[in-house]
C-alpha cells in the first residue's frame, strides 16, 4: 500500500480484544496496555505497506519512541474487542509521526500521537528511507 501521492496519509484499522493479563482487578485495562496496542497496530501498518520491522533492523534501520501522547476518553474493559486506527502522518527527515483513534464500536476510548526517530546502530540520528514515507 503505497501514497497515491507524497505526503498523503497512509491508514490501517486493526482490532484487538483486550485480554485478562491486560486489566487491573476491576476489569479495567490497564493504561500501559495502550502502548504495546499502538505499536502492534503501526508495525501492522508497515507490514501492509510491504515491509517488515525485523528486515529494517537487518539493514541497520532502528526507530525508537521519542515520544508519545495518549489521551484516555473512556474506559477498556476484559473482552472488549477495540479497533485501532493508525495513520502515517505527513513526515520527513528523521522522524516518523503516527495519530491512532482506538474504538469500542462507535465510541472513542482513546486518541494517541505518537513521533519515531530513525537512527542507526550506532544510535545516532539518519534519515527516514524514502521508501516509508509512502513515496516512490
Not at 18 to 31: K, M
Not at 80 to 104: A, Q, W
Amino acid at each position: 500500500m503505497k501514497h497515491p501521492e507524497a505526503g498523503k496519509p497512509v491508514s490501517l484499522t486493526i482490532d484487538v480484544q483486550v485480554r485478562y493479563n491486560e486489566c487491573d482487578p476491576q476489569g479495567v485495562a490497564h493504561h500501559a496496555s495502550y502502548p504495546i496496542w499502538l505499536e502492534i497496530s503501526r508495525t501492522d501498518l508497515l507490514r501492509a505497506q510491504g515491509m517488515a520491522y525485523k528486515d529494517l533492523e537487518a539493514q541497520g534501520i532502528l526507530f525508537v519512541v521519542a515520544r508519545m501522547n495518549l489521551r484516555y476518553q473512556r474506559p477498556a474493559r476484559y473482552d472488549d474487542v477495540l479497533s485501532i486506527d493508525v495513520t502515517l502522518e505527513p513526515s520527513g527527515g528523521v522522524k516518523l509521526v503516527h495519530g491512532y483513534v482506538i474504538r469500542r464500536g462507535d465510541e472513542v476510548v482513546a486518541t494517541a500521537e505518537t513521533t519515531l526517530a530513525c537512527i542507526d546502530q550506532a544510535g545516532k540520528l539518519r534519515p527516514v528511507p524514502k521508501g516509508l514515507l509512502g513515496e516512490d
